[in-house]
């Protein structure tokens, strides 16, 4: 059983340009969590989702940032417009249908940096 | 709101010395707790957790942490650590939210580890 698998490990974007980061759960996995971890820092929840829903996105910033998790393939992590202050490194977590202590995965993470 | 704190940002020790690392949690009910370790330029790996129960709780890699209730506190501990321990520790607080697990997480304790 693969585990939670993100790409690409490292992505270079320019200013203004747009960054799409993919996250695939770990088999039987519906739950899908995604962390920003700027640089000397801990893990900040950003969006929770389950297929085809959206349930809690308190951490999101409220422009430029979005996420999905489609019916099929992989969850993906949307930011428009690149800033410095978006480089950091995403982490993306599953986890199966459970309470709220059910454990979650985390894949490898993609480390942006906006030049 | 709730919160983590981990007041040591590093730690050094030597190789065969006993280690323990500190986690303080603000949230009104008990959570769920999480330690996690991080390699440099890789995700997150669980140690250990804790629901209810058992205070002490044991992990893997030689790892344990006890819940203090009365202290607000989860601290971790090894008694020999190993060069290989050298890594970036993460206590976490989940089953804040009914039935998924958004953590939040501490700054973290980079841990260094002498010959």
């Known amino acids: 059983n693969a585990g939670v698998m993100q790409n690409p490990r490292h992505l270079v974007r320019r200013r203004g340009q747009e960054a799409r980061l993919r996250c695939s759960p770990m088999k039987g996995h519906s739950h899908v969590y995604w962390y920003r971890q700027l640089p000397e820092e801990g893990l900040k929840f950003m969006v929770y989702?389950?297929?085809?829903?959206?349930?809690?996105e308190s951490g999101m910033p409220k422009e430029r940032f979005s996420a999905e998790f489609p019916k099929e393939g992989p969850s993906i992590l949307r930011i428009q417009q690149v800033v410095r202050g978006d480089s950091a490194a995403y982490f993306c977590?599953?986890?199966?249908?459970?309470?709220?202590?059910?454990?979650?995965?985390f894949g490898q993470g993609t480390r942006l940096t906006v030049v | 709101a709730q919160s983590v704190t981990q007041p040591d940002i590093h730690i050094t020790v030597s190789e065969g010395a006993s280690l323990e690392l500190r986690c303080n949690y603000s949230?009104?009910?008990?959570?769920?707790l999480f330690w996690y370790v991080q390699s440099p330029g890789q995700g997150l790996q669980l140690l250990l957790k804790y629901f209810s129960g058992d205070t002490l709780v044991q992990g893997i890699k030689g790892f344990e942490a006890e819940f203090k209730r009365s202290q607000s506190s989860f601290n971790l501990r090894k008694p020999s650590v190993h060069w290989s321990d050298a890594a970036e520790y993460f206590c976490a607080v989940g089953g804040l939210s009914g039935g998924y697990n958004k953590l939040i997480f501490g700054a973290g304790t980079r841990l260094a580890v002498h010959p």
């Open positions: 977590a599953s986890s199966p249908p459970g309470p709220g202590g059910t454990e979650a995965f």
């Open positions: 989702l389950q297929k085809e829903n959206i349930i809690d």
């Open positions: 949230y009104g009910a008990t959570p769920y």
